[in-house]
């Protein structure tokens, strides 16, 4: 039954995410993917955009190269924070 629920945040917490995204997504990456800006700017749930980042780094690799595509989309974990469990948010972070 929870799972059948669709989850969505409130517009104005995930404003800032949606705009951190399409920065870091920059003008070549939305060029060359128009459909991932389109579904970012639409997405109505953070779980949703912290999941549309994988997409992102094949987008962003294309244009600069993995490294950098990697190092541009972990910028964005800080504006996750409060939105999404702290479970979800440590994979990302580097490991020793």
């Known amino acids: ?10 517009p104005e ?11 870091v997504l920059g003008e070549n990456g939305a060029a060359s993917n128009p459909q991932l800006t389109h579904r970012l700017k639409h997405m109505h749930d ?3 955009l912290w999941f549309a980042r994988a997409e992102m780094v094949a987008v962003l690799s ?3 190269g993995e490294a950098v595509a990697v190092d ?3 910028s964005l974990t800080p504006v996750f ?3 999404l469990p702290k479970s979800l948010m ?3 972070r580097p490991r020793r």
């Open 81 to 83: 924070e409060g939105l």
């Open 46 to 48: 953070a779980h949703a």
């Open 90 to 92: 440590e994979p990302s």
């Open 13 to 23: 917490s995930l404003e800032p995410v949606r705009q951190a995204m399409l920065a």
């Open 1 to 10: 039954m929870l799972g059948s629920e669709l989850r969505k945040d409130s």
């Open 72 to 74: 541009r989309v972990m």
């Open 62 to 64: 294309q244009l600069h």
